[in-house]
DNA sequence: ATCAATGCATAACATTCTTATGTATATTTG
DNA sequence: CAAATATACATAAGAATGTTATGCATTGAT
């Protein structure tokens, strides 16, 4: 079972930042294993909306990046600046906390 | 605190499902501040967003409507249809999945 | 050799919100 | 009682964020 794709929407970002901020640094592709791997394949990130956010993140100065060569093929490490680890804390926190007020709503009778 | 907006995207169909479903009718306003009541102002859905949504739903077939007068004012009473029952259930236990699901993502540590 | 996996990237499109605006009635408050 | 606030609906323009499709190239497996 794969989640329905509007799911995710909102949390691709907070997801990344994490994975980043319990791993020195990581590359688009490792990603989107961990992820599938860590879900046991129930969240799947596509590439056509990681790499872009992953660029955003960037261009936001809460990543940084390092181009290494694998043999020939190119691999793009990315690991969280300082301002990065901060925002890392803060959209855990809020997500977590989205999460149980959601978990909240979705198991009491609101009658 | 009111989370980030984009946190509550893909899960509105969810929510209005989950009070219809618990609640023999509701009208839109009525959903609105059930929601802001429920997560102590954390969630607050928008007109723009939830009024939409219910028509979304109901050309869907999930829901059905009927129009009440309070005095002048006009209350659109929306309530679940057999398969909007049905597809409530469903989307109920997929977010619930979502939510574990994100929570343990965003809580282990994932070296 | 061929196919699958690894690894990056972007563009067109779809979905789903926000923000702004509009209309109207009912209630509360100074 | 006038004005502000709350109730109650609706839609449209724009922003944000994803999917799907496509492209390119290298590496590993059968």
Redesign the interface.
């Known amino acids: 079972m794969i989640?329905?794709s509007?799911?995710?929407?909102?949390?691709l970002k907070?997801?990344v930042l994490?994975?980043l901020s319990?791993?020195n640094r990581m590359y688009g592709y490792e990603i989107t294993q961990?992820?599938k791997e860590?879900?046991g394949d129930?969240?799947q990130i596509t590439e056509g909306a990681l790499y872009p956010t992953l660029h955003a993140l960037e261009s936001d100065g809460l990543l940084t990046v390092e181009t290494e060569f694998i043999g020939k093929r190119v691999r793009k490490y990315y690991s969280l600046s300082i301002s990065g680890k901060q925002k890392s804390q803060e959209k855990?926190s809020?997500?977590?906390?989205?999460?149980?007020?959601?978990?909240?709503?979705?198991?009491?009778?609101?009658?």
Chains 1, 2 share one sequence.
Do not use: H, P, Q, R
């Open positions: 989640y329905s509007e799911l995710i929407k909102g949390t907070t997801i994490k994975l319990d791993n961990k992820v860590l879900t129930k969240i855990i809020e997500l977590a906390d989205f999460m149980n007020t959601m978990k909240y709503l979705l198991d009491i009778k609101t009658a």
